[in-house]
Nanobody
Framework: VQLVESGGGLVQPGGSLRLSCAAS????????MSWYRQAPGKERELVAR????????NYADSVKGRFTISRDNAKNTVYLQLSSLKVEDTAVYYC?????????WGQGTQVTVSS
């Protein structure tokens, strides 16, 4: 099983990034996919989730209206579009796959928002 994140980097406040998470080794379409983040000295927090059936989504209040999660089951990939970025969005962003009690994590990608 692999979850490989990409797309992180350094961006100015107000800028945008698109993160990708390529999955392999499990039945991607059956899993709920999420993005979490962890800033230095803080606990890991849920940013956004998209369910396997129906594709419904939910977001942390801090990112609603700015971030968009989506998935492409044909490509086994989940995306997170980050817009109107703020300095406080700086963190390592992790991809997560969950099916019942089964859970997989990626290694993370760094997003730094700074002028």
């Amino acid at each position: 099983v692999q979850l490989v994140e990409s797309g992180g980097g350094l961006v100015q406040p107000g800028g945008s990034l698109r993160l990708s998470c390529a999955a392999s080794g499990f039945t991607f379409s059956s899993y709920a996919m999420s993005w979490y983040r962890q800033a230095p000295g803080k606990e890991r927090e849920l940013v956004a989730r998209i369910r396997s059936v129906g594709g419904s989504t939910n977001y942390a209040d801090s990112v609603k209206g700015r971030f968009t999660i989506s998935r492409d089951n044909a490509k086994n990939t989940v995306y997170l579009q980050l817009s109107s970025l703020k300095v406080e969005d700086t963190a390592v962003y992790y991809c997560n796959a969950r099916f019942g009690s089964i859970e997989y994590w990626g290694q993370g990608t760094q997003v730094t928002v700074s002028s």
